[in-house]
């Protein structure tokens, strides 16, 4: 068949010819050795996670058991190399975990924000020093890593961050704010965006980054955000009043910050566009299950010749999608993966929020069924920040359209 392909002497189906869309065993980027590992990824989040995930919700933050387990489980750091300390998987296996956190509709775990955007960046431009600190507690789930770039008054424009570190002797003295910072809450360490070179040609050669822990002296937690989705997700405000860093806190060399975040956000929106497309997988499957139990007129309402219509344009959207968004994959575990396709990943599979709404309205109408209502209007309301964290499907815009017009 045109729709299996040779992986490891075994052929394996597409998820268009498969059973569901979440089955094990399919699709072509995978091998045998990845299925074992979702075998176990999806064990640890259906009885780790979704059945304490409503009470997170209500506290605004998950447990910290919870980081620790999924440390024991090897769930963190697993693309990061074992001679930093972590894992040592492909970038393939990272996908497993953000996929199968979404194919139980549980957002509030910051575990792909935590292994593959930030430790990133320590294991990539970190020091010895500061690798050998950080990275094995991170992957042990001991200590909780997040990044701070958004501004009350800058989102899209990083170049407009107001932060700013000044030279004292070898020190630095930080002060400035951020706002929605995921993991904020919960922290032990997080990656801070300053300037520190305010006379520089342009804003992006005066940018550093700075390796903040909990703790020091100035470093002020606010509040915990209250939004309308993500909330068992820790998003905070950070504030930095006088906080002296010494030399070994600067991650990188100094105005070089700039360049490191242009380099490292492709995979950050990648993650984003799956995580998001793992959604409407997840919620398909939602859907499929209750158009075939519930009754109406005497029948299922899965005989119903618009809702056949319906999740068949649905289906026919996903498969699509998934076979570029697997492309996208493989394209960054070959480290073949540029900034614009990552941009049109990320601007792409946000645009599921479409397919979300079609599937929204299906059954969370419902009023008889108030679980399946609970669990779409969910998603629902997660995916609602799908098209502006990571940066906005405006600026993906600009970067695909900047690389079509560039000479």
């Not at 919700?57 to 074992?82: F, M, N, P, T, Y």
């Not at 792409?348 to 209007?377: G, I, R, T």
Request: aromatic share 10%; hydrophobic share 40%.
């Amino acid at each position: 068949s045109p729709l299996q392909t040779e992986q490891h002497g075994t052929k394996r189906l597409e998820p268009s010819s498969a059973k569901t869309l979440t089955d094990i065993g399919t699709r072509r980027i995978f091998s045998s050795e990845h299925d074992i590992f979702r075998e176990s990824a999806r064990k640890f989040f259906q009885e780790e996670v979704l059945p304490f995930h409503a009470e997170w919700e209500k506290d605004g933050q998950v447990s910290r058991e919870l980081w620790a387990k999924a440390g024991q489980q090897g769930l963190l750091g697993v693309a990061i190399a074992e001679k930093h300390g972590g894992i040592g998987a492909d970038i393939l296996s990272s996908a497993i975990v953000w996929e199968e956190q979404m194919y139980v509709n549980c957002t509030g775990p910051g575990f792909s924000l935590h292994s593959d955007i930030v430790m990133p960046y320590i294991a990539n431009y970190g020091s010895e020093e500061q690798i050998k600190h950080f990275i094995p507690q991170m992957v042990a789930g001991k200590c909780i890593g997040a990044i701070a770039m958004t501004e009350p008054g800058a989102g899209s424009d990083l170049q407009g961050i107001r932060t700013y570190a000044k030279k004292d002797g070898s020190d630095w003295i930080l002060n400035g704010s951020k706002v929605f910072i995921t993991n904020g809450w919960m922290s032990d360490v997080v990656i801070v965006v300053a300037v520190t070179d305010r006379e520089a040609r342009s804003p992006a050669h005066g940018i550093s980054l700075f390796l903040v822990e909990n703790g020091t002296k100035g470093f002020i937690k606010g509040r915990k955000l209250n939004k309308i989705g993500l909330k068992a997700q820790d998003t905070a405000e950070l504030f930095f009043e006088d906080v002296r860093l010494p030399a070994s806190a600067l991650l990188g060399k100094e105005n070089k910050g700039f360049y490191y975040l242009m380099a490292e956000l492709p995979q950050e929106r990648l993650l984003i566009a799956d995580m998001a497309l793992a959604g409407c997988e997840f919620m398909f499957e939602e859907t499929r299950n209750y158009v075939k139990q519930r009754k109406a007129f005497g029948k299922t309402i899965a005989h119903l010749q618009t809702v056949q219509h319906k999740l068949a344009e649905i289906k026919t959207q996903i498969c699509v999608a998934r076979a570029f968004m697997d492309n996208c994959l493989q394209l960054h575990a070959d480290k073949r993966l540029d900034s614009a396709t990552a941009s049109m990943a990320k601007y792409w599979y946000v645009l599921a929020d479409l397919w979300k709404c079609y599937l929204h309205d299906l059954s969370s109408h419902d009023v008889l069924s108030k679980n399946q209502s609970y669990l779409e209007n969910q998603a629902f309301v997660d995916a609602r920040v799908q098209p502006i964290y990571g940066g906005t499907n405006e600026i993906m815009k600009e970067l695909i359209a900047r690389d079509i017009v560039s000479d």
